[in-house]
């Protein structure tokens, strides 16, 4: 049977049909000329061929989509093997990056740019507040000083590589199937080195350790990303070097906890201050003593904010607040006479000088029937 007949027709679908549909054609035409069904007849064996074939393509969507564009045509011209970008290959794999977009031929990719760097840098918060400029040191590949970054000896040339044909790339094809990769021989810059420097071996670049000044601006938080231009990995043979990205850590305090820009702080007060309300005084990051007014009767959480003595926004203007959690405490060391003036106090209370101890018990007996 021909092999050029209509996949479609010789499932008997639509060329709408989904690929279910496909698969049970396929199996109801598989069944009925199987060759153990049909006694040698060879009719029906090219047929069960043809239809085994047409199934191949159809199920897999990117063969059918070079099918339905192409035809037949779109299989032809296999083999197997490596071939030579730009060396006359054609059929299948140009086919394919016609419909999908892979590019098509490209001449040789060059030298690429160097690796980014990552360096973890801890800091403090009275760092991350004002700012300051610090150094790192890394361990970095730089540029070689001995050819320059040519990656040759003094007056050696490049000459296109032999395994890629000065391409950068190589192809295999085993049957429908293409695959591309860099030339082993030149990675993917399509020339080699006659001479290589004696130095760096070729590569243009060493191994090498830097110092760099770096600047915090004021504002940082935990995570943020300073990058440092053309700090990274020297790129191979004269290529752009990388970046390095500095990744800030901000140490925790003994005091202070952030959120944003709002700052926090536990303040502990008397309960005799609780009681009569007062002030106390609260030293921020900004190396200011900030006067907080405690109103009479506050209870232990009840947050207090200082507007403007948070953290300054990174960038921009302004500063965040300064949020004062209360917490009251209990005296544990009392003399006789305090004592006696407790208990003075005691004898003297009504209930109504705690409303939220009155109503909890009250809530309480009410719950449990009395």
């Known amino acids: ?50 239809i085994n074939e047409a199934y191949e393509c159809l199920k897999d969507p990117q063969k059918r989509a070079a099918y339905d564009r192409f035809g037949h045509a779109a299989f032809q011209g296999g083999g197997g093997g490596f071939h030579q970008a ?32 990552r360096y973890d840098l801890e800091i403090s918060l ?16 730089a540029q070689c000083g001995a050819c320059a970054g040519t990656g040759a000896k003094a007056g050696a040339g490049v000459r296109a590589c032999n395994t890629c044909g000065g391409m950068g790339k190589v192809r295999a094809q085993q049957g429908f199937f293409v695959v591309e990769r860099t030339c082993p021989t030149c990675h993917g810059v399509g020339e080699v080195i006659a001479d290589p420097c004696g130095v760096c071996y070729g590569e243009g670049r060493v191994d090498k350790q830097k110092t760099l000044s770096v600047t915090i601006p004021p504002g940082v938080d935990e995570g943020t990303r300073i990058r440092l231009t053309g700090e990274g990995e020297c790129g191979p043979r004269g290529a752009p070097c990388g970046d390095l990205y500095i990744f800030l850590h901000v140490a925790r305090h003994a005091i202070f906890e952030r959120e944003g820009t709002t700052l926090y702080c536990r303040c502990p007060i008397s309960f005799t201050t609780a009681a009569l309300g007062g002030s106390i005084e609260v030293p921020g990051l900004d190396k200011q003593r900030h006067e907080i007014r405690i109103p009479a009767g506050i209870q232990s959480g009840k947050q207090l904010r200082q507007r403007g003595a948070g953290m300054p926004v990174l960038n921009g203007r302004g500063t965040g607040d300064l949020v004062v959690q209360i917490e009251v405490e209990t005296p544990t060391k009392l003399s006789s006479k305090q004592k006696q003036l407790l208990e003075e106090f005691r004898a003297t209370e009504t209930g109504d000088e705690c409303p939220q101890s009155r109503g909890f018990f009250e809530k309480l007996k009410s719950a449990i029937g009395g």
Request: with cysteine; proline share 3%; hydrophobic share 30%.
């Open 126 to 141: 009275e760092d991350a507040f004002h700012g300051k400029s610090t150094e790192v040191t890394i361990d970095v590949s």
């Open 86 to 117: 730009g060396a006359g290959f054609e059929g299948f794999a140009d086919i394919f990056e016609s419909i999908f977009g892979m590019g098509g031929r490209q001449g040789p990719r060059g030298p690429q740019r160097g690796a980014d760097l």
């Open 1 to 50: 049977m021909s092999t050029e007949v209509d996949y479609y027709e010789l499932l008997g679908v639509e060329r709408t049909a989904d690929g279910a549909t496909i698969k049970s054609a396929y199996r109801k035409l598989a069944m009925q000329y199987h060759p153990d069904k049909n006694g040698g007849c060879k009719d029906n064996e090219a047929r069960f061929k043809a």
